[in-house]
């Protein structure tokens, strides 16, 4: 386990920023979604220990997030959003100065500096004033920071942000590396549901500082709706509003393809039987799977 | 550039809880600040006095041997508190402090400020404390290799050149004036450019604020000194209190008439003020978006 807490609550003044939040999270590479306000920031505040919250308990790799903050932060690793440098350092010594602050000697940080530089592939141009890097390489010196100690645990915030296609595939391959291969377990907060969706197994999906959703990823598309691709001949107003009566959730594609998000206790009979009484002949009927996009929509409730 | 060119390989060793976690950020800090454009000229030209006073030191112990430099005035080099005083509170020796806290220390915030940096170190196992400490020990040290460091050399040289201790019979407290008044201005000048450059993301802002305000209040004194001839208007000037705080630290009149713990009281007013500014400056800072 490599966070619990559990009723977590937390305001800033008048405004309730988490509200009861439980959540176990396990190894592997965990994602947190929810639209902007939701407390996503906040609950990252108190798993990082720079916030105690107002109520609730909670450990982040058995350390009291109340009582242990800074041993939290020496085994945690934190990738920022937003592009963070010391101006008039290569990238070797601001590295190794994060290595240092974290708890490692300055040799063994110099050391280990190099070697994580490498690794996330700014070993030509280590030696590089930092204000002449690119937004890419930028990125990528965040993630060095953020693995020079070797974190038990990573938290990535936006990590693909700025970043070209190229650059971002490349980063989210090495964060597939580490979470699966380097026994890091990682937290990633991002927008993109794509970057999530390739990487992580597991999802925490906030909305107004509740928990909407939680679990893997595979049980989540199967427990809580089934999506199928359904194409009609003629008109199929009528056909739409019986399965939306059904309690199915229907959209309707520019070239006429309608996805249909039918409920777990739904008898997928009832939708054929639906297109027999209103003489709608289907010409088109495939299970699809669903998107994270439709699982965030769905839980945070909008379209 | 190819990802991956060398595998990821845990670390083996032991983070360890550092007894002052604060200590890599003043070293980093030094360290850059010898990388500025004209800073080793302007360290190794504030220490030119230091040089010049400790041969003003040798020159009083063989006095007999420079009679003819000094045409019988012995005065002008007697070693004493006052000599000592003037060194350590003297106009140059305090505006190369000023140059040198431009230099090294108007980007010890204000560049982690504009950089966004704050949060990658508070993402370790540093306290907001912890930071300031770190970075005021970068001005700490420059300060004082030019106070406290020639303050105590003067006195042993003092000591090796007169062969005997006689000085230090006569003047027990001196060593304890050099340190406190050292530490004292130290300190002063610290919370002084920490202030500053909390508050801008400019570092050059930070650099003319430093200098002015420094040099704006001597100038405003000057200016009401010299038209209303009233020794209160002293207070104005940082440098002048700080001259003030210098005659009490080492028993001596102060030049102007009026009372050195007024003095004494504007510094330390700015000192709380801004340690109250600083503290609302950098817990202000978002540490996660």
């Not at chain 1, 439980?22 to 965990?30: F, I, P, Q, R, Y």
């Not at chain 2, 940096?117 to 290799?145: E, T």
């Not at chain 2, 002048?240 to 009149?253: D, I, P, Y």
Request: positive net charge.
């Amino acid at each position: 386990m490599i966070a619990e807490i559990s009723d977590l609550q937390f305001s800033y003044g008048p405004i309730k920023a988490l509200d009861g939040i439980s959540l176990n999270l396990t190894e592997g590479a965990v994602g947190l979604l929810g639209p902007n306000g939701a407390g996503k920031s906040t609950l990252l505040r108190i798993l990082l220990g720079f916030l105690a919250p107002q109520h609730g308990r909670g450990r982040v790799l058995g350390f009291d997030i109340r009582l242990e903050q800074a041993r939290i932060r020496r085994h945690v690793g934190y990738m920022p959003e937003d592009d963070c440098l010391i101006p008039g350092m290569d990238a070797v010594t601001f590295t190794a100065h994060f290595g240092e602050l974290s708890g490692m000697p300055r040799q063994e940080a110099m050391k280990r500096a190099h070697d994580v530089l490498f690794y996330v592939g700014l070993g030509e141009s280590r030696y590089r004033f930092l204000e002449t890097y690119s937004a890419g390489m930028k990125q990528r010196l965040k993630l060095a920071q953020a693995i020079v100690h070797d974190p038990k645990l990573l938290f990535l915030d936006e990590p693909t942000s700025n970043l070209d296609p190229q650059g971002r595939r490349e980063i989210l391959e090495l964060i597939q590396d580490i979470s699966s291969k380097k026994d890091i377990q990682v937290l990633i907060c991002s927008h993109i549901l794509s970057d999530i969706e390739s990487v992580c197994s597991e999802v925490v999906i906030l909305n107004k500082g509740r928990l909407a959703a939680q679990g893997k990823l595979s049980e989540l598309r199967e427990l809580q709706y089934r999506l199928y691709e359904i194409r009609i001949k003629g008109e199929g107003e009528g056909f739409t509003a019986k399965i939306k009566a059904l309690g199915c959730r229907v959209e309707e594609t520019e070239d006429k393809l309608l996805k249909v998000y039918v409920p777990t206790e739904t008898d997928i009979r009832e939708i054929f039987r639906a297109a027999e009484e209103e003489k709608s002949q289907v010409r088109h009927f495939v299970r699809s799977r669903t998107s994270l996009e439709d699982l965030f929509a769905r839980a945070v409730g909008v379209d | 550039m190819t990802i991956r060119e060398k595998g990821y390989a845990h670390w083996d060793g032991q983070l360890r809880e550092r007894r002052f976690p604060w200590a890599p950020i003043t070293w980093l800090g030094i360290r850059l600040a010898f990388k500025k454009k004209y800073f080793k000229f302007i360290i190794f030209s504030s220490l030119v006095p230091a040089v010049v006073f400790l041969v003003g030191i040798y020159i009083s112990e063989r006095i007999e041997d420079f009679q003819y430099m000094f045409k019988g005035n012995k005065q002008i080099l007697e070693v004493n508190p006052a000599y000592f005083k003037t060194y350590l509170s003297g106009d140059f020796l305090l505006f190369m402090m000023v140059m040198i806290m431009v230099v090294s220390g108007a980007g010890l915030i204000s560049d982690d400020l504009k950089h966004n940096s704050l949060q990658l170190y508070f993402a370790r196992p540093l306290s907001k404390s912890g930071y300031l400490l770190g970075k005021a020990n970068v001005i700490v040290f420059f300060l004082l290799l030019l106070t406290l460091v020639p303050g105590l050399v003067f006195i042993i040289f003092k000591l090796l050149f007169a062969g005997d201790f006689r000085f230090l019979a006569s003047y027990p407290w001196l060593p304890l004036s050099v340190i406190g008044y050292s530490l004292f201005v130290t300190g002063f000048f610290c919370s002084y450019t920490l202030l500053f450059s909390s508050l801008s993301k400019n570092r050059r802002y930070v650099s003319i604020l430093i200098f002015a305000v420094y040099l704006f209040s001597d100038i405003l004194f000057g200016f009401f000194y010299e038209n209303y001839k009233n020794p209160a208007f002293a207070l104005l000037s940082l440098k002048a209190n700080l001259q003030q705080v210098g005659s009490w630290f080492f028993r001596l009149k102060p030049a102007y008439a009026v009372p050195w713990y007024w003095s004494l009281l504007i510094l330390l007013a700015f000192g709380i003020a801004a340690s109250i500014v600083l503290n609302r400056k950098v817990r202000g800072v978002e540490v996660v978006r």
